[in-house]
């Protein structure tokens, strides 16, 4: 499983940015169990989760900090996951990874590259 997150730029305070992931997997580990989702690591803090998606139930586990600014969806089709991000704030400012589980309750094994989110106040 390759995870391709992309999207990521210099914004400004209030400003929206959609990231996107893009999923390839040749061996079929990611069934409709699986879970995809979004963590971000902001400069010198620990990495943290954002949300989440059932890739076959939609169900979203998410953050209610986060809830009304960040939305998570999906296109099982294209396999490609995204993240709406609406009212940025300068605490915002994070290197973006999209993750996959092959289920709830597992660990997230599959992590892509990472997408670098600035925004500027």
């Known amino acids: 499983v390759q995870l391709q997150a992309s999207g990521g730029g210099l914004v400004q305070a209030g400003d929206s940015l959609r990231l996107s992931c893009s999923a390839s997997?040749?061996?079929?580990?990611?069934?409709?169990?699986?879970?995809m989702g979004w963590f971000r690591r902001a400069p010198g803090k620990e990495r943290e989760f954002v949300v989440s998606?059932?890739?076959?139930?939609?169900?979203?586990y998410g953050r209610d900090s986060m809830k009304g600014r960040f939305t998570i969806s999906k296109d099982n089709g294209k396999n490609t996951l995204y993240l709406q991000m609406n009212s940025l704030k300068p605490e915002d400012t994070a290197i973006y990874y999209c993750?996959?589980?092959?289920?709830?309750?597992?660990?997230?094994?599959?992590w892509g590259q990472g997408t670098l989110v600035t925004v500027s106040s």
């Open positions: 993750a996959a589980a092959v289920a709830p309750g597992k660990p997230y094994q599959y």
């Open positions: 997997d040749a061996s079929g580990r990611l069934s409709s169990d699986a879970l």
């Open positions: 998606i059932g890739r076959g139930t939609g169900i979203v």
